[in-house]
Each structure stands twice: as structure tokens, then as C-alpha cells.
């Protein structure tokens, strides 16, 4: 099964924001290219200029930086309609939802259920589908033609923590790019063939690394954070929310994969997905990122109670580079696990 999936190519698609991971397939089905608009904003090459655009029309400096930038690229990129999540991700969304409205774009709300619960998610699929003028068969036929990407970014998963040959940063930037595929599937499929054909010759990283596990939403540090995790003698091999956004689990339908995906749901959920993970790859210690002003660092109380490793919590919001007190406190956290592991 190839990720074939014609439509994001036809330059007749109609473009699509979205604020955060959504169900794709019906967005596809309908006949929209969806693009991640975090991922254009994080990879632009002057983010700090998009975070001055929302500034200067009167976002706060204490507002969140990906929702700055967001805001900044809806502004600067020809994309005129936005899905916007506003139930599930940020509380801020549903202002800027209501602030894009007013500079003239189309906004579209979407809200996950309260529970993950395959019944409630169906419902919302089909609700969805209706809104956006297509079936729950044809993007279920959408599903399908993606489980070869994905099948794929599970491969390269695998190539991070069982094999040592994707560095942290590959796996961060091919997980997190699944949530819209770059807004062409079939560039992302041949793109990362040829990185996992590369990666699979490659020598594997020295077996005595520190194994880190990152948790929490990408951070705004990009590639210097996992660089500089790695010059000191460790790397990263499992990123969760990136991981999440990837949706790798094999299921039988939409409502399922959008039940599982952990994200929208209680921490308990992403407390049980995170464990699991943390005893299979082996880790060693956990870097948690919180983004400042986001309500979800609050959690951060009940991960430092229930993983018994340990932790390092980093908050960042829009400086986009490692000072040197971030980078000593990476430091001296490394090193503290090598002295209690012997490495």
C-alpha cells in the first residue's frame, strides 16, 4: 500500500491551517490541503518577525509564542482558511480563532471529545465530514492510502531507539512533519524512503549513550537542543508528542486512531502511553518541555510523581536559542545520570 494520495498535488486544492494535529483525512477527503501551521511558523526562516506581526496588532508579550506565530504566519502565508482546535489543545486558541475571524479569514472550529471514546469520535468524524461537504468512506479511503507514510515514520521510530541510527532530532522532525506530511504526502513518502534507506547503512550510535526520553510540545529550540544533548554524551529516542502526532499504532478505523492518539485527552491517558514507552526504549532520564504561559506545564507536578526517573523541566516560549543557563542545567542533568548509571 503506497501513500498515494493525489489531491495535495492538485494545485486546484483549496489550502487549509490547522493549529494543531486534526483528522487530516476528512480535511483531504473534502478536498483541502492542510498545513500545519506550527510547523510553517517554527521553520520560517525569521520566526521572531512573525511573532512581532502579532505583537504589533496587540498580542501581550505574556501570550505564547506558538500562538504568536501562528497568528504571524496566518498574516503573512496565502492561507485564508484556518481549522481551528478548541477543545482538546490550547485555551488561547478559541481567542485567536475569534481575532482571525475578525481580520477576515474563515475559520473552522473543531473540538475532540471530552473522552477518548470510539462512539463519541465517530460522531464527531461524521458531524465533520458533513460540515466539509464529504463522507466518512471517503476518508476512510484517505486512511488507507496514508498507512504507508505512517507505517514509515513508525520504521524510522524504530531506527531511533532499537537500532541507533536516527538521531533524535531526524525522529522530532519526521514524527512532528506527519501531522499535515508537509501538505504533500507523496514527497513525504519518498523523501523519508530515502532517509530510512540512508539511515539503515549507517553505523549505530555508541550502545554507552544516555537515553533520553522528551516529552511534552516541541519546543522552540529546534535541532541546537538535540545537538547539544547529543555533544554531551546523549540522545534523545523517544519523542512523545511527535510520536503521537505520527499516529504509528495500527487500527481498523478513523475513530479509532483518533481515540487512541493521546494528546486531546487526560494526562492520565499520555501517563500510560508515556510509561510503556519509557520501559520498552530503555531510558534513562526525561527532558519535559512546557511552554511558558500554557496551562499544561501545570502537569508537570503529576509526571515528576509517577515516572521514576529522572527530570529535567525546560520552559521556553520565543527566544529559539539555547543561553548558557539552559545549557548548564542540560549539563549537569546528563551528567548526574552518568554518575548514578556508570556511564
Not at 500545519?36 to 505574556?62: V, W
Not at 532499537?162 to 504533500?184: R, T
Not at 502511553?273 to 502537569?299: M, N, P, S, T
Request: glycine residues 6%.
Amino acid at each position: 500500500m503506497s501513500c498515494s494520495v493525489k489531491t495535495p498535488m492538485n494545485k486546484n486544492m483549496k489550502k487549509i491551517g490547522i493549529t494543531t494535529n486534526v483528522p487530516i483525512e476528512v480535511l483531504i477527503a473534502a478536498g483541502y490541503q492542510p498545513l500545519d501551521l506550527n510547523n510553517i511558523f517554527i521553520s520560517d526562516p525569521d520566526p521572531e518577525h512573525l511573532i512581532k506581526i502579532a505583537e504589533k496588532d496587540g498580542f501581550p508579550i505574556n501570550c505564547c509564542g506558538w500562538i504568536k506565530g501562528i497568528y504571524g504566519v496566518c498574516m503573512e502565508y496565502d492561507i485564508d482558511t484556518i481549522m481551528c482546535v478548541t477543545n482538546g489543545d490550547c485555551s488561547n486558541t478559541e481567542m485567536l480563532m475569534e481575532v482571525l475571524k475578525h481580520r477576515g479569514l474563515k475559520t473552522i472550529p473543531f473540538s475532540y471529545p471530552q473522552e477518548p471514546d470510539e462512539t463519541e469520535m465517530q460522531n464527531t468524524l461524521n458531524k465533520l465530514a458533513i460540515q466539509l461537504g464529504t463522507t466518512l468512506e471517503q476518508a476512510e479511503n484517505v486512511r488507507k492510502k496514508l498507512l504507508h507514510c505512517r507505517k514509515l515514520a513508525d520504521r524510522l521510530d524504530e531506527l531511533t531507539w532499537k537500532n541507533n541510527k536516527v538521531s533524535g532530532f531526524e525522529n522530532h522532525l519526521w514524527l512532528v512533519s506527519a501531522s499535515d506530511f508537509n501538505g504533500e504526502p507523496e514527497e513525504y513518502e519518498k523523501e523519508l524512503n530515502a532517509v530510512i534507506g540512508d539511515a539503515e547503512k549507517r553505523k549505530a550510535y555508541p550502545d554507552n549513550s544516555i537515553r533520553l526520553a522528551y516529552i511534552g510540545v516541541p519546543s522552540v529550540y529546534g535541532k541546537e537542543l538535540y545537538r547539544f544533548i547529543e555533544s554531551n554524551g546523549a540522545g534523545v529516542v523517544y519523542n512523545e508528542i511527535q510520536r503521537q502526532f505520527a499516529m504509528t499504532q495500527q487500527v481498523t478505523s478513523l475513530a479509532e486512531q483518533y481515540s487512541i492518539y493521546t494528546y486531546p485527552y487526560s494526562i492520565t491517558n499520555r501517563i500510560d502511553d508515556i510509561q510503556r514507552e519509557l520501559e520498552k526504549r530503555k531510558i534513562d532520564g526525561i527532558i519535559h518541555y512546557v511552554q511558558a504561559f500554557c496551562y499544561r506545564g501545570i502537569g508537570g507536578i503529576i509526571f515528576k510523581d509517577v515516572f521514576k526517573l529522572p527530570m529535567l523541566t525546560l520552559e521556553g516560549n520565543d527566544n529559539f536559542y539555547l543561553d548558557q543557563h539552559i545549557r548548564t542545567r542540560i549539563e549537569a542533568f546528563i551528567d548526574m545520570i552518568k554518575r548514578n548509571t556508570d556511564r
